[in-house]
Structure formats: structure tokens, C-alpha cells
Nanobody, 129 residues
Framework: EVQLVESGGGLVQPGGSLRLSCLAS????????IAWFRQAPGKERVGVSC????????FYSGSVKGRFTISSDKAKRQVYLQMDRLRPEDTAVYYC??????????????????????WGQGTQVTVSS
């Protein structure tokens, strides 16, 4: 059974940092894209970052590029999202997702949410003073 369990969310002041973790089980990292999405109240779920273990692909949306870093520890079956210089607009529920194949394509570097097969329950990130 595939399971994704996020942790690490919380309340942080603007400019602060958080590290989210996604514990993955039930599938092999190789051959899967693992992504972070986020959803703010009243808004669509949007992709933030994605990685594939087998070719080292890393993708970041424009709004987080340079501030967020995705990484993994294959032995611990963890995927991390290091979030630095957080802003109030980063406030959202963050979800870990896994899907067979690549993060996306040349023209669409991150597939939409409905093309990912497995999801975690989400973790709340609130950036506020």
C-alpha cells in the first residue's frame, strides 16, 4: 500500500524557515516523480516543486524558486522541502504527491495535480507576524 505522510508544518514569522518532510512507503523512488503542492483557502491546488530520483530532475515554480529546496534521503524514504525567506503568501496546506514517470515535460515541467496518483493528508503552513 502506497502511503505518503507529511510533517513539519507550523506557524512562522515572515522571513523565517520551515522544513517539511514526506515519509514515503509502498513504492520504489526510482520511476516516480515526487512533488509538493500547496492549496490556500479558496484557491486551486498548485505545484510548488518536484523531483525525480533516477535523473536528478528538480523543478520549482516561479514563486518559490531561490527560496525553496527539494531534496531526498532515499535510505530514510524521506522527501524534504526546505522553505526559506517565507512570505505571508506562502500560507497554505502543503501536500506531498507521487506519480509514475517524470515531473512533467519540456513545455509543462510540472504535471497538474490530477495526474499524480498518490497523496498525503497535508500539513498546514502559516506565515504571519
Amino acid at each position: 500500500e502506497v502511503q505518503l505522510v507529511e510533517s513539519g508544518g507550523g506557524l512562522v514569522q515572515p522571513g523565517g524557515s520551515l522544513r517539511l518532510s514526506c515519509l514515503a512507503s509502498g513504492f520504489a523512488f526510482d520511476g516516480f516523480a515526487i512533488a509538493w503542492f500547496r492549496q490556500a483557502p479558496g484557491k486551486e491546488r498548485v505545484g510548488v516543486s518536484c523531483m525525480t530520483e533516477n535523473d536528478g530532475t528538480r523543478f520549482y515554480s516561479g514563486s518559490v524558486k531561490g527560496r525553496f529546496t527539494i531534496s531526498s534521503d532515499k535510505a530514510k524514504r524521506q522527501v524534504y522541502l526546505q522553505m526559506d525567506r517565507l512570505r505571508p503568501e506562502d500560507t497554505a496546506v502543503y501536500y506531498c504527491a507521487a506519480g509514475r514517470g517524470a515531473c512533467g515535460s519540456h513545455f509543462y515541467p510540472l504535471r497538474p495535480a490530477n495526474e499524480f496518483d498518490f497523496w498525503g493528508q497535508g500539513t498546514q503552513v502559516t506565515v504571519s507576524s
